[in-house]
């Protein structure tokens, strides 16, 4: 049984930098493209960024791109989203989940339909 979990998130002023973690189980993680994907409060879910599963290629959504970086550790079972210069905007409930490669930001999809609890980020201005 696949098994995402997401941890890291929290209350930070608009500029602060938060690290979030995603740890899998159940799946061969270094054989899977994964995501990071952010859903808004009265906002449809929508892509954050996106990694190969060797962990050289990396995508991100334009509203993100310069503040975040998205990297895993393959050893660890473990993909990381470090955000910095965060917004008000950037509030939301992060999730992650397998997306199936080759992708592109415009088409990425979601591997498995079952979602982690997420890990809710709150930026104050």
């Known amino acids: 049984q696949v098994r995402l979990v997401e941890s890291g998130g929290g209350l930070v002023q608009a500029g602060g930098s938060l690290r979030l973690s995603c740890a899998a189980s159940g799946l061969t993680f270094s054989g899977y493209d994964m995501a990071w994907f952010r859903q808004a409060p009265g906002k449809e879910r929508e892509i954050v960024a996106a990694?190969?599963?060797?962990?050289?290629?990396?995508k991100y959504a334009d509203s993100v791109k310069g503040r975040f970086t998205i990297s895993r550790d393959n050893a660890k079972n473990t993909m990381y989203l470090q955000m910095n210069s965060l917004k008000p905007d950037d509030t939301a409930v992060y999730y992650c989940?397998?997306?199936?490669?080759?992708?592109?930001?415009?088409?990425?999809?979601?591997?498995?339909?079952?979602w982690g609890q997420g890990t809710q980020v709150t930026v104050s201005s």
């Open positions: 990694i190969t599963w060797t962990g050289r290629g990396t």
């Open positions: 989940n397998a997306v199936q490669g080759p992708f592109t930001i415009a088409t990425i999809r979601p591997t498995f339909d079952s």
